[in-house]
C-alpha cells in the first residue's frame, strides 16, 4: 500500500479545511505559510467562517485576489456552528483524496504539513496526526494549568480508552478523505470532543494511525475560545465514548 502510495505521489490533491471565527489577524500568516512549505504539493485551502465580526471573510476574500479563488475557497456559515460541523461543511467541498485539518491561530505551524505528508507516503496511514507528547513535540507559551489540564484531558482518555495514538485532543490531522468521511458519518460530537472521538472511532475501526511531532504554540493574537463549558463537554464526550466504544 505505501508504495503504491509513493507511485501516486504527483496525483495527490490535499484539501486543507480551517475554520475560523475571529481570525482576521492570523489567516493571512496562516494562508501565506502553507503556500510556502507546500510549494510542490497540489492542494488547497478551505475557509470554514462561522460568521466572524470581525472581517475575516473579508481578509480571506482579498486573498483569494492574490491566490485564486480555486486554491483559497471561503465557504462560511451564517453563524458560530461548533468545531466538528465546521469540519463536516468543509469537507462537502474539498476536491482533494486527502483532507487536512488544521487551526488558523498559527498553532499548528505549516512547517510541518511536509512531514505529514512524508509519513503518509512512506506508511500509507489513513491517518496522520500531529502529537505533542512524544519525543520532538511540545508546547510552547501554556501555563502550568493549561499544561495539566491538557496532560490530565489525554491521560484520562488513554486510560478509558486505550486509542493507541499519544495525543488525542489534538486537532492537527491528516485523513485519506475516504477514510475522513466514513468515520465523520459515526461522531456525534460538535465541539472539542470532536478530535477526540474521530480518533477514537478510527482506531475501533482498524484504520492504521501515524503520528508526527510537533510543538504547539499558544496563539499570538486573539483569545482561545477554549473555556469551562468546554471542559465539561469534554468530560461528557469522554463517558459517552466509555460507553459506546
Known amino acids: 500500500m505505501a508504495e503504491e502510495e509513493r507511485k501516486n505521489e504527483g496525483k495527490n490533491q490535499y484539501s486543507i479545511i480551517i475554520p475560523t471565527y475571529n481570525e482576521r489577524l492570523n489567516i493571512a500568516l496562516i494562508v501565506y505559510l502553507i503556500f510556502k512549505h507546500l510549494r510542490d504539493v497540489d492542494f488547497e485551502i478551505i475557509v470554514v ?7 475575516t471573510q473579508d481578509i480571506v476574500k482579498q ?3 492574490v491566490y485564486g479563488e480555486d486554491r483559497v475557497l471561503l465557504r462560511a456559515r451564517p453563524k458560530k456552528l461548533g468545531l466538528g460541523t465546521a469540519y463536516i461543511h468543509g469537507l462537502k467541498h474539498a476536491s482533494g483524496n486527502f483532507v487536512v485539518i488544521m487551526d488558523a491561530d498559527l498553532s499548528h505551524h505549516p512547517k ?4 505529514f505528508i512524508k509519513k503518509q507516503l512512506e506508511t500509507g496511514a489513513s491517518i496522520v496526526t500531529g502529537t ?4 520532538g513535540g511540545g508546547v510552547h507559551g501554556w501555563n502550568l494549568m493549561r499544561k495539566l489540564t491538557s496532560r490530565g484531558a489525554n491521560v484520562l482518555a488513554h486510560t478509558f480508552l486505550w486509542p493507541g495514538v499519544s495525543d488525542l485532543t489534538g486537532s492537527f490531522r491528516l485523513y485519506k478523505k475516504s477514510v475522513l468521511e466514513d468515520i465523520i458519518t459515526s461522531v456525534v460530537s460538535k465541539g472539542y470532543v470532536f478530535q477526540m472521538e474521530m480518533i477514537v472511532r478510527a482506531s475501533r475501526k482498524g484504520y492504521r494511525i501515524e503520528e508526527v511531532p510537533i510543538t ?6 486573539g483569545s482561545s475560545k477554549l473555556g469551562g463549558s468546554e471542559i465539561v463537554e469534554y468530560l461528557k464526550g469522554l463517558a459517552y465514548l466509555l460507553v459506546t466504544t
Open 63 to 65: 486573498l483569494q485576489q
Open 112 to 115: 510541518y504539513l511536509p512531514s
Open 132 to 135: 505533542r507528547y512524544v519525543k
Open 216 to 221: 504547539f504554540v499558544d496563539r499570538v493574537f
Open 49 to 55: 467562517d462561522d460568521g466572524s465580526p470581525d472581517g
